[in-house]
């Protein structure tokens, strides 16, 4: 086991994994699954999030709900990095299925502290074998 | 419970927060703290006006430590502490101000 990393108190600190794998509207799995990755955030855990198969359309640019009646959520992801969420996965290969690259993706990013708050990007692309690699290293994996 | 003001009534939720955003006018705001027997200064508006910014562009409430540290990037240390927000929002600054300013309560607030 890692020790834990960065967590404040005395609390245990865990890697938690979130995988976002369907549509964004039609169903509420991605919007459960930002709002507990949001509340997540607040407990200080060591959190990564994983955009893969149909998931990776939750993050596409210029979303508009209008047509269907609900609320686009998707300017929520721009404030992960205000939660300190950076470790943002997007699997290659279900982009690449999708005719996507991460030019249609919005961007997200997060400010550096340590670095005079420089910018940096919270995107990580990574390929179907990486992504099995970093599952393993996880405490707990949750699945939407 | 709903909300009567100017003989008008507005849609709330159990917890007093307005059930439509495009309903909140800052008259509304004041009739909310009039009635938790709050007054509100330039230093709530700060706050109430930073928040309806901070949900107009992410479409969230901010969690508490999220609104500090924005607060004390926007507005200087001095107000970027929670001494100073529990101040000014003793029943929590992310609870209090976010139904002060019409907003739905934050996600994972405490």
Not at chain 2, 25 to 52: C, K, Q, S, Y
Not at chain 2, 71 to 96: C, M, T
């Amino acid at each position: 086991m890692d020790e834990a990393g960065n967590g404040g108190g005395n609390g245990v600190t865990k890697k938690f994994m979130y995988m976002n794998r369907k549509a964004p509207y039609g169903t509420v799995y991605a919007l459960e699954s930002l709002e507990v990755v949001l509340i997540a955030a607040a407990f200080e855990q060591d959190i990564s999030v994983v955009f893969a198969d149909d998931g990776v359309y939750q993050l596409m640019k210029g979303q508009d709900t209008e047509g269907i009646g609900m609320k686009n959520f998707s300017p929520a992801y721009a404030a992960l990095g205000d939660y300190d969420i950076n470790k943002i996965y997007i699997e290659r290969e279900s982009l690449e299925e999708r005719g996507l690259s991460l030019d249609d993706l919005q961007a997200l990013t997060w400010e550096d502290e340590d670095d005079d708050w420089k910018e940096k990007s919270s995107l990580h692309l990574v390929g179907r074998d990486e992504l099995a690699a970093l599952i393993a290293e996880q405490d707990i994996v949750l699945s939407f | 419970m709903p909300l009567q003001i100017d003989g008008k009534t507005y849609e709330t939720d159990e917890e007093g927060y307005l059930a439509n955003l495009g309903d909140w006018t800052p008259e509304l705001a004041t009739a909310m703290a009039t009635a938790d027997g709050a007054e509100l200064e330039d230093n709530h508006w700060e706050v109430i006006n930073f928040l309806r910014e901070y949900y107009e562009e992410y479409q969230i409430a901010p969690a508490v430590r999220v609104l500090t540290k924005a607060i004390g990037k926007k507005l200087g240390k001095d107000k970027g502490n929670s001494k100073y927000l529990y101040e000014l929002f003793p029943y929590g600054p992310a609870k209090q101000a976010c139904k002060y300013a019409g907003l739905p309560k934050p996600t994972g607030c405490v």
